[in-house]
């Protein structure tokens, strides 16, 4: 039995199984469910912060008397590091080809490089 026509014809199966097939719709896909869950997001985000006038905390720092106090230092907190991270990436970023050979190892010829290696292949040609 022939390997190369059973491969071609599972391949061409597979493909039209693959192309016939639907994908599943998930909970995220929906955009109805998106907004509902940032509707909901920002309302515990609102509620929290409104809390944070009601509850009594120990404090340790006098800063910490700030209503929203918290809320305001995570979300400076997070800018930070935004900005940050987008400082550092100018001093860490590699060129694209960083990790490929050097430019030395290219300039040395191969053994294929050779001028037998490349008479013999003009010769088979």
Same mark, same amino acid.
């Given at each position: 039995?022939?390997?190369?026509?059973?491969?071609?014809? *599972? $391949?061409?199966?597979?493909?039209?199984? @693959?192309?016939?097939? +639907?994908?599943?719709?998930? !909970?995220? $896909? /929906?955009?109805?469910? #998106?907004?509902?869950?940032?509707?909901?997001?920002?309302? =515990?985000?609102?509620?929290? #912060? =409104?809390?944070? !006038? !009601? *509850?009594?905390?120990?404090? &340790?720092?006098?800063?910490?008397?700030?209503?929203?106090?918290?809320? @305001?230092? %995570? !979300? *400076?907190?997070?800018?930070?590091?935004?900005?940050?991270?987008?400082?550092?990436? +100018? %001093?860490?970023?590699?060129?694209?080809?960083? &990790?490929?050979?050097?430019?030395?190892? /290219?300039?040395?010829?191969?053994?294929? $490089?050779?001028? /037998?290696?490349?008479?013999? +292949?003009?010769? /088979?040609?």
């Amino acid at each position: 039995m022939n390997n190369n026509n059973h491969s071609d014809a *599972v $391949d061409s199966c597979d493909a039209a199984d @693959i192309s016939n097939t +639907k994908r599943e719709v998930t !909970f995220f $896909d /929906q955009p109805r469910n #998106v907004a509902l869950i940032l509707k909901t997001f920002y309302a =515990l985000c609102i509620i929290l #912060v =409104l809390l944070d !006038f !009601f *509850v009594h905390r120990h404090i &340790y720092v006098y800063f910490e008397t700030i209503p929203a106090f918290y809320a @305001i230092y %995570g !979300f *400076v907190a997070c800018v930070v590091l935004v900005v940050l991270a987008k400082i550092m990436r +100018k %001093g860490l970023m590699r060129d694209e080809h960083y &990790y490929d050979a050097r430019v030395d190892e /290219q300039d040395t010829p191969t053994l294929n $490089d050779s001028p /037998q290696a490349t008479a013999t +292949k003009e010769a /088979q040609s």
